[in-house]
């Protein structure tokens, strides 16, 4: 199953209390934070979860996969995520 944003809004509305249009307009704050801060070169510190982090990937040769030819990529900004221990203990018990 995957998180979806309705998903959160649920859990946030059952344990908090808050009301369904309240959970929402949290979790799409919360949102348009991360995206804002993520579109400025920052990254994204969340203790015992992890961190998104924005890395630079230079102009590379690549090849088209359908056609075999040659290629330039453009140079681009990827976001990566680096869990933290806690999650990571988490997950392998």
Not at 1 to 25: P, Y
Request: charged share 30%.
């Amino acid at each position: 199953m995957t998180l979806t944003k309705a998903h959160l809004m649920d859990a946030i509305q059952n344990d908090i209390g808050l009301s369904r249009k309240q959970s929402s307009e949290l979790i799409e704050s919360m949102v348009e934070i991360i995206k804002n801060t993520l579109e400025n070169g920052e990254n994204v510190l969340i203790s015992g979860f992890g961190k998104f982090c924005i890395k630079e990937k230079k102009e590379r040769r690549g090849r088209n996969p359908a056609t075999g030819d040659d290629m330039m990529l453009d140079p681009r900004r990827v976001v990566t995520f680096r869990c933290s221990p806690v999650l990571r203990k988490k997950i392998n018990g």
